[in-house]
């Protein structure tokens, strides 16, 4: 996956956790919890559905590169470079 | 301490598998129509269920109902429902003397069965369960998720009493109110088990999961050919007060509390204990301080296994014998059997009768079974009996573990 298809893939998840939220507007560097309404429990939510969709383990010590779109991008990348890209 | 405060209920919100307000389904009741279906469930395929079928996102967003439970969200309907039927101003409404008692059958097992089901995609490898699982589960969480909705900052708990919960919510609501702890509850009872496969397979197991070729024929309590509970969900949550607060407010009122009793058989894991239920009746009209002729309807409990129905009535023949005016129908044979909330559904479906004069029937009684006899009084069989002016309400409820609930509800007068 491309760091494209990984903000898809973090889009469509967001989509399911939030589905209240427009997030047509999110911006890369800025917290999503400054943008949305997103809380500890549905952040775990982005980590739990990365693990059981993607088989991608975040230790806990880096779940703050996921505050952002474009940390978590970066930091996915080169752990989710020879995974697909759904279809 | 007030202990003799009149309580008043003058609020209802429900749902329930022929309807999402009291109005219709106390149409669906007159006119005879069932509300249970063919439904699929996990492991055994398809089964007959009651159904819900009300505006989840009414009164919740979509991420509270994905967060939320079930229960949650039947209960956050109902109690909505309910404190706009109560015609209350909600933002005046004092929020840390507003109790939420909940009554439940079981809770948990839905949520609980989703994540082994979950897990099993993944070895059973426990870090894909989910972080949601205990707030989902605790027994708090359909009253907590009501006070999360209306920001209720009083008391919130449930009352797990198997299927005795529906009275035992009002019971303690009217308790509480009594005490001075609250000045309104919102009160009733709620079941999601439904989503449970195990209460289905468990039944099964038990010999006593209805079947039938017609869905809407499967719950026939009383009748020869009965052949077990039919599973529904649903919630009924009503607002009750004090009728001094009510009678300020020139609130609406459905109906007063005049009585009610809890006892144990202490005698089965299953098996009803007519005797004892028969006492919880005798106790429950000592305190209405009426004798057994004051009662018009009487609301069964039976749920069309064999000897459940059998015992109600040899119960009912005790006390109510030769009392040949009452009325006694079943809520069940229309919607099935809905846990928790059965006793506040089925007394509340009966409810309307102060206005109608209507005792709503038993269906699917085509062919009464003998033994299912409770004396001078007739069950309601498949039409309902005009009465003219109804006065009193007695409305059972019972459970596993020999749990009696028994809650009277009289036509209020000043």
């Known amino acids: 996956m491309n760091p494209e298809d990984i903000r898809q893939v973090l889009l469509e998840i967001l989509g399911r956790i939030v589905p209240d939220e427009d997030l047509s507007a999110l911006q890369d560097d800025v917290p999503f919890r400054e943008q949305i309404e997103l809380d500890s429990m549905d952040f775990l939510d982005i980590v739990m559905e990365l693990r059981k969709q993607y088989r991608i383990q975040i230790p806990e010590e880096d779940y703050a590169h996921l505050n952002t779109m474009g940390g978590a991008v970066n930091y996915l990348t080169p752990l989710m470079k020879d995974v697909s890209a759904p279809a | ?414």
Request: aromatic fraction near 6%.
């Open chain 2, 1 to 414: 301490m007030k202990l003799r405060d009149r309580i008043v209920i003058t609020g209802v919100g429900l749902t329930c598998p022929i309807g999402n307000s009291l109005p219709e389904f106390r149409a669906n009741l007159l006119e005879g129509r069932s509300g249970v279906g063919p439904f699929e469930t996990r492991y055994i395929g398809s089964v007959l269920a009651g159904v819900c079928r009300y505006d989840e996102l009414k009164y919740q967003k979509r991420k509270e109902v994905r967060r939320g439970t079930r229960a949650g969200s039947i209960s956050i309907y109902s109690a909505n429902e309910a404190v706009r039927d109560a015609g209350l101003d909600w933002a005046s409404v004092n929020k840390d003397r507003t109790g939420v008692y909940i009554g439940i059958t079981e809770h948990g097992n839905v949520e609980t069965e989703n994540e082994i089901h979950e897990i099993s995609k993944y070895n059973y490898d426990t870090a894909y369960w989910s972080h949601h699982h205990n707030p989902r589960t605790v027994a708090n969480n359909p009253a907590g998720e009501v006070t999360l909705s209306l920001g209720i900052t009083g008391p919130h708990y449930t009352i797990g009493a198997a299927c005795a919960a529906g009275n035992i919510g009002f019971i303690q609501g009217a308790q509480m109110l009594r005490l001075d702890e609250v000045d309104l509850a919102i009160v009733g009872g709620v079941s999601e088990s439904i989503h449970t496969f195990g209460i289905f397979a468990s039944f099964k197991s038990q010999g006593a999961l209805a079947s039938h070729a017609e869905p809407a024929k499967a719950s026939r309590p009383f009748d020869k050919a009965r052949n077990g509970i039919v599973v529904a969900e649903g919630g009924c949550l009503c607002v009750l007060e004090r009728l001094s607060d009510a009678e300020r407010r020139g609130a609406k009122i459905y109906g007063e509390i005049a009585g009610y009793a809890i006892n144990s058989d202490a005698s089965d894991f299953v098996l009803p204990h007519a005797r004892r239920q028969a006492e919880c009746m005798k106790q429950a009209l000592v305190r209405a301080g009426i004798a057994p002729r004051d009662i018009d309807i009487l609301s069964s409990h039976a749920t069309a296994t064999e000897q459940g129905d059998i015992e109600e009535c040899v119960a009912i023949r005790e006390v109510f014998g030769n009392c040949e005016k009452l009325a006694i129908n079943n809520t069940k044979s229309f919607i099935g059997h809905a846990m928790g909330a059965a006793g506040a559904l089925e007394l509340l479906g009966n409810v309307p009768a102060f206005q109608d004069g209507f005792a709503h029937a038993t269906i699917n009684l085509d062919d009464p079974d003998p033994a299912c006899d409770c004396g001078a009084p007739q069950i309601v069989a498949n039409r309902p009996r005009s009465l003219g002016q109804v006065n009193y309400i007695l409305n059972n409820s019972f459970g596993m573990l020999g749990i009696n609930s028994v809650l009277i509800v009289k036509r209020f007068t000043e």
